[in-house]
């Protein structure tokens, strides 16, 4: 396995509960060598199915938060559009933040840190050859790419690359929001609260520990910062207030109040992406099906994982067709997922702001 995210630990756990050997293989020297992101809402017959295959799904009911299901919209003059809040016992969508996760699902794995991978090569006389960053090498029966959007894995499968979807998201934080911003701790809730306007939209997040993210989202050239100094947060800070002139000053203060800047593009692959089997190497969630961050993928990703591990366990003697099964599961699903989000994002991020209105009103009447 190559990725130490939510796919590759899902089918890491999974097989390590049917007792079968797994090599998890992650770039990262160490768990918290970066910031492992914002909260994900694992659904119920996705992410929660995964975690329950992989036997850890009451550790994530106890870790989770079923009051981050809240979702407040507001209009551009701070007009409370709409006011979801999770009814009693709701369980269908519950957040846990991403570090929360990837802690819960390395329990018993042995993972291998800092082995970046350079270059998987099928059909060699050992097996598939995995080389690695430091020159190192080394032959498995299987290799299985959930090493994301830029995967190192896929070139051995797909010549396919990741473009660029025309949206933007630039993130920035807030900390111990319920003290030092009691007001924006009310805006957001328990959940999230998100403004759209033409082309462009802002969204909060609540996460765990009064920790907020905060998401700028607008259409513009990938070049769109040229002449701003990315690490100079005052400079993009400005860009964006400029960017969302004449917006209420709720929602502008979350952009105000907010520490460093980081710039996220949102690629994607193509919508129907697949590729002829290979044997020994197969791909899960980004690197095999990368779509817009609706709140899909990762739980995709994860019940891939958890899939592909069950087949595996269960055919020991003809791996290879056990892993064509899967892939032709996978794409007919992912293709379907990653047709309605590459939609959802051209409703999210549209001329005509109401079109977000109604896509969350399906969702929510869903």
């Known amino acids: 396995m ?16 049917h007792d079968h050997p797994v090599t998890v293989l992650e770039r990262d020297p160490a768990p918290d060598a970066r910031p492992p992101g914002g909260t994900l809402d ?16 009451a550790e994530f009911h106890a870790l989770s938060r079923p009051e981050g299901q809240a979702m407040r919209i507001l209009d551009t003059d701070g007009t ?3 006011d979801w809040r999770p009814r009693l016992g709701e369980r269908a969508n519950p957040e846990i933040d991403r570090g929360q996760l990837r802690d819960l699902l390395l329990g018993p794995l042995d993972v291998q840190w800092g082995r970046g991978v350079a ?34 894995v896929r070139p051995a499968v797909s010549s396919a ?32 609260v998100a403004v759209y306007g033409v082309n ?45 002139d004449g917006w209420a000053d709720p929602a502008l203060d979350l952009l105000r109040r907010g520490g460093a800047f980081v710039h996220r593009p ?50 020991p003697g003809d791996l290879d067709e056990a892993v064509r099964a899967f892939e032709e599961r996978m794409w007919a699903r992912a293709g379907r997922w990653a047709k309605m989000t590459v939609a959802g994002l051209e409703r999210l991020v549209s001329p005509d702001p109401t079109d977000a209105l109604a896509l969350f009103d399906e969702i929510q009447g869903s």
């Open 161 to 192: 690359t990741p473009h660029y979807t025309g949206v933007t998201l630039v993130e920035t934080s807030l900390d111990d929001v319920d003290t030092r911003h009691p007001d924006l701790a009310r805006l957001i809730g328990d959940g999230s």
């Open 200 to 244: 462009r939209g802002l969204v909060a997040q609540r996460n765990s520990g009064g920790h907020v993210k905060v998401y700028a989202q607008f259409r513009a050239p990938l070049d769109w910062h040229l002449g701003l100094d990315p690490a100079d947060a005052e400079a993009v800070r400005a860009h964006l207030l400029a960017l969302f």
């Open 2 to 17: 190559v990725g130490g995210g939510p796919a590759g630990l899902t089918f890491a756990r999974v097989l390590h509960r």
């Open 266 to 315: 949102l690629y994607v692959l193509p919508v129907s992406h697949t590729w002829a089997h290979v044997p020994g190497v197969t791909l899960l969630g980004d690197a095999a099906h990368l779509m817009p961050p609706l709140g899909v993928g990762a739980n995709l990703a994860m019940l891939e994982g958890a899939e592909l591990a069950e087949a595996v366990a269960a055919a």
């Open 80 to 82: 409370v559009l709409r």
């Open 119 to 152: 270059e998987v090569v099928p059909g060699t006389r050992d097996g598939v050859l995995v080389r690695f960053a430091d020159g190192g090498e080394e032959a498995f029966d299987l290799v299985v790419g959930a090493d994301g959007a830029w995967s190192r």
């Open 42 to 57: 694992l659904h119920e017959k996705l992410g929660q199915l995964a975690l329950d295959k992989a036997g850890a799904l």
